[in-house]
């Protein structure tokens, strides 16, 4: 790889790492808010309503749970195949328990526990595909 292509993946990095900070941030302030202000509440349970009779939701959250086990094999598999030194490591350990963390959150919570459970699913869900982009370019880096 030339140092132009370098530049470009870490300029990718760092693009998607913004992205995946600001998508945690936006998700604490919808939980926090959800639980503290009445119209926040209130918003979610008609989304909630909303979306399971407009869309298959139960079909949505396999589909995500799925793709989180994809991802953490398609991760577990790629660190085997690279050569392994401290900075990959940690990057797959990370990786691995960010994937780990959202495929718990998804399955062992409900909209019945977590009133934005529907929208907080689709965001973990982008921040899931961010990571593994970030993952994948960083492991193509020389």
Do not use: D
């Amino acid at each position: 790889m030339t140092k132009q292509q370098n530049k470009k993946k870490i300029i990718m990095i760092f693009i998607s790492l913004i992205i995946v900070m600001g998508m945690f941030i936006g998700i604490f302030l919808i939980n926090h808010y959800t639980k503290t202000k009445m119209g926040m509440l209130r918003h979610m349970v008609y989304l909630n309503n909303k979306w399971e009779s407009k869309y298959p939701m139960a079909i949505y959250l396999n589909i995500f749970k799925g793709l989180g086990i994809v991802f953490i094999i398609l991760n577990i598999l790629r660190y085997i195949k690279s050569n392994k030194n401290f900075s990959k490591t940690i990057l797959f350990l990370l990786n691995i328990v960010l994937n780990i963390s959202i495929l718990y959150f998804l399955v062992f919570y409900n909209k019945e526990s977590i009133k934005s459970y529907y929208l907080l699913t689709i965001c973990f869900n982008i921040i899931l595909i961010f990571q593994n982009l970030i993952f994948n370019l960083s492991f193509n880096l020389k």
